[in-house]
């Protein structure tokens, strides 16, 4: 299930990240985490509980204003007021087989959507995520001059 990040689960990610070996393992987890002033941070719980965080937290999704440098590739389309960011984006990699990356990014497209905004995913932030994958779920990618950033927007 679904549902927002506490305190409680920051523990518990830091430690996934380290042993998933996610690019952004080479920061500081809970720092990576905490980075962004997050409009709002889910996490995926495999246990059917609402009430109280548990250790089966095996998923994370984030969604945050975006910085300059993703305004600067997406300007000519948007005037980055309307934007939002899908990041910090990772799945415990023995459930992918589940669709949990799939399931909290929908959620947070949804979310993006909810309050009239345009949903955005920054590659460089999701360096587990496929365009194919991407494109599936209904993001197409920007052109950019600048090779190690790959920007995708929502088209639903």
């Known amino acids: ?8 689960d920051l523990d518990p990610l830091c430690a996934l990240l380290k042993t998933a070996h ?25 246990a059917p509980v609402s009430v109280a965080p548990t250790k089966n937290v095996v998923g994370h999704v984030q969604v945050y204003a ?3 440098d993703l305004l600067a590739l997406v300007g000519p389309m948007h005037d980055g007021r309307d934007l939002l960011v899908i990041g910090k984006l990772f799945v415990r990699p023995d459930t992918y087989e589940h669709g949990i990356a799939r399931f909290l990014v929908r959620e947070s497209a949804l979310y ?8 955005v995913l920054e590659h460089r932030a999701h360096g587990r995520l496929s365009t194919a994958f991407c494109e599936r779920l209904g993001f197409q990618t920007v052109t950019s001059r600048n090779s190690g950033v790959a920007v995708m927007t929502y088209t639903r």
């Open 66 to 68: 975006p910085e300059e």
């Open 112 to 119: 993006v959507e909810d309050r009239g905004m345009h949903p």
């Open 1 to 8: 299930m679904i549902r927002r990040r506490r305190a409680e």
């Open 22 to 46: 996610y690019p952004a393992a080479h920061l500081t987890p809970r720092g990576w985490l905490e980075e962004h002033d997050a409009e709002q941070s889910w996490v995926f719980d495999m």
